[in-house]
C-alpha cells in the first residue's frame, strides 16, 4: 500500500489501554504515513483507565514502536501530554527515545501561519473543577463505548463497514452540542489574546476544521470513535483525514491491475482480397 507523505501530522486521544481503542487502524495509520513532524495532542496513553484494570495488548508495543522508530529516522516527535495522561506533565521539557514531551508547542505552517498546539483540557470546566464528575463521565462513555463495539461487530457480519454510533449520538445532544460549541470559543479566544492565527487540539473526540472570525479551530479527533487526524500538506493547508475511508481507498487503488500496455503488431495489415505484393529482394 501506497505511503502518504505530509509535511506535519498531528493525532491525538488514541486511548491506549482502553479495550475500545481501534489500535489496528491507528498502526495502520502510522504504517503508511509520513511526516517531517508528527504531534501527539493529548490521551496518548489512558492511564484513568489503566488504573483500574492494566489492558496493553501486543499491538500497543508495536504503536509505541513505530513512534520511536520514526524519531529515530529524523521525524520530529512532540508530545503534549492530556489530562488522562497528565503523569506524563511530570517530564516537561524531556527527551525520551527522541521524542520532546511539551507543554504546549507553537507550529508555523508552510504558508507562515502560527497555531497553538495543545490538549485542550485546560478549557473544560468540568475536567478542570469537578475531576470526580470527569472520573464519571468518562466511565459512562466507556460503557457507551462498549455498546458501540458490539454494534460494529454486528455491522461486519451483516456486510457492512466501521460506523461510529457513539459519534453519532454525540451529535445528536443538544447539550452535547451546546458543549462542544463553548469549548471551541474558549479555545479560539485564547488564541486570539495570543496574536496566533489558529489552534490544533483534541480532548472532545470531535474532529474538525473551522474557520471562526478569520481564526482557525482544528481538532484531531480521536482513535476511539472516528480514527481521524490532521495533516499539513506542502503548501500549509490542513486536512482532515479519516483513516478509515482513506486505507480502504488505498486498498482498492492497490488493489486495481495495472492496464497491459498495447504493443503494436509489425507484421503489415493486409486489407481483405488485396493481394500481397512481392517485396524485392536486394
Known amino acids: 500500500m501506497t505511503t502518504l507523505r505530509y509535511k506535519s501530522l498531528f493525532i491525538s486521544d488514541t486511548h ?3 479495550r475500545a481503542s ?8 502510522l504504517k503508511h504515513t509520513d511526516s517531517d513532524n508528527l504531534y ?6 489512558d492511564f484513568w483507565k489503566m488504573r483500574s484494570g492494566w489492558y496493553w495488548p501486543n499491538i500497543n508495543n508495536e504503536i509505541v514502536h513505530q513512534i520511536i522508530a520514526k524519531a529515530k529516522r529524523g521525524t520530529r516527535v512532540v508530545y503534549v501530554p492530556g489530562n488522562h495522561d497528565e503523569v506524563m506533565r511530570d517530564y516537561f521539557n524531556f527527551h525520551i527515545s527522541g521524542i520532546e514531551i511539551q507543554k504546549e508547542v507553537i ?3 508552510a504558508d507562515n501561519k502560527r497555531f497553538l498546539i495543545l490538549h485542550g ?8 473543577n469537578n475531576k470526580w464528575l470527569a472520573h464519571l463521565g468518562s466511565d459512562a462513555y466507556d460503557l457507551l463505548l462498549w455498546l458501540n463495539r458490539w454494534f460494529n461487530i454486528a455491522r461486519r457480519r451483516l456486510g457492512f463497514g466501521y460506523w461510529s454510533l457513539s459519534a453519532y449520538l454525540k451529535n445528536q445532544v443538544k447539550e ?6 463553548n469549548y471551541e ?3 479560539i479566544h485564547t ?10 487540539c483534541g480532548h472532545i473526540h470531535h474532529a474538525v476544521i473551522n474557520e471562526m472570525d478569520g481564526l482557525t479551530y482544528a481538532n484531531c479527533g480521536d482513535w476511539v470513535e472516528s480514527c481521524t487526524a490532521l495533516a499539513e500538506t506542502p503548501d500549509g493547508s490542513l486536512k482532515l483525514i479519516r483513516w478509515v475511508d482513506e486505507s480502504m481507498q488505498l486498498l482498492e487503488t492497490a488493489a486495481s491491475p495495472t492496464p497491459t500496455p498495447v504493443v503494436p503488431d509489425p507484421t503489415p495489415v493486409v486489407a481483405k482480397n488485396e493481394p500481397i505484393k512481392a517485396r524485392k529482394v536486394a
Not at 191 to 200: H, K, S, T, Y
Open 16 to 18: 491506549l489501554g482502553l
Open 22 to 29: 481501534r489500535t489496528e487502524y491507528l498502526l495502520d495509520f
Open 40 to 45: 501527539l495532542v493529548g490521551d496518548i496513553l
Open 107 to 109: 507550529h508555523t505552517t
Open 121 to 128: 483540557d485546560e478549557f473544560d470546566g468540568v475536567v478542570m
Open 176 to 181: 452535547a452540542v451546546k458543549y462542544i460549541g
Open 185 to 187: 470559543e474558549a479555545v
Open 191 to 200: 488564541v486570539r489574546e495570543r496574536n496566533l492565527d489558529g489552534v490544533i
